[in-house]
């Protein structure tokens, strides 16, 4: 069982940056994949990035490629998403999960069994 906790989201203006955290505790970290989804108003939810816990592959959606970064600090269990250049279709509530490593396809909501609360992210020009 894993447990996750978003934080670190908020309003900015278009162009600027944020660093989102997902801090996870439970047993068993390094076998999963951590995913970051987002849900904007009226929108389906939609895979944005994701990353092994324990090792180096990640994965990005085509639509934040080149402008999110994904990444983990395994000492503290926590996963962060750096988003720089933020646009107004950035905005959404943002969602940390975790998968069993090799259980599924990383970037299918569906795979992913651990869900965080959200963060909220509001992007304005």
């Known amino acids: 069982q894993v447990q996750l906790v978003e934080s670190g989201g908020g309003s900015v203006q278009a162009g600027g940056s944020l660093r989102l955290s997902c801090a996870a505790s439970g047993r068993a970290f390094s076998s999963y994949t951590m995913g970051w989804f987002r849900q904007a108003p009226g929108k389906e939810r939609e895979f944005v990035a994701a990353?092994?816990?324990?090792?180096?592959?990640?994965y990005y959606a085509d639509s934040v490629k080149g402008g999110f970064t994904i990444s983990r600090d395994n000492t503290k269990n926590t996963v962060y998403l750096q988003m720089n250049s933020l646009k107004a279709e950035d905005t959404a509530v943002y969602y940390c999960?975790?998968?069993?490593?090799?259980?599924?396809?990383?970037?299918?909501?569906?795979?992913?069994?651990?869900w965080g609360q959200g963060t909220q992210v509001t992007v304005s020009s």
């Open positions: 999960a975790a998968q069993f490593a090799g259980s599924g396809d990383y970037y299918d909501a569906a795979e992913y069994v651990y």
């Open positions: 990353s092994t816990w324990s090792g180096s592959t990640k």
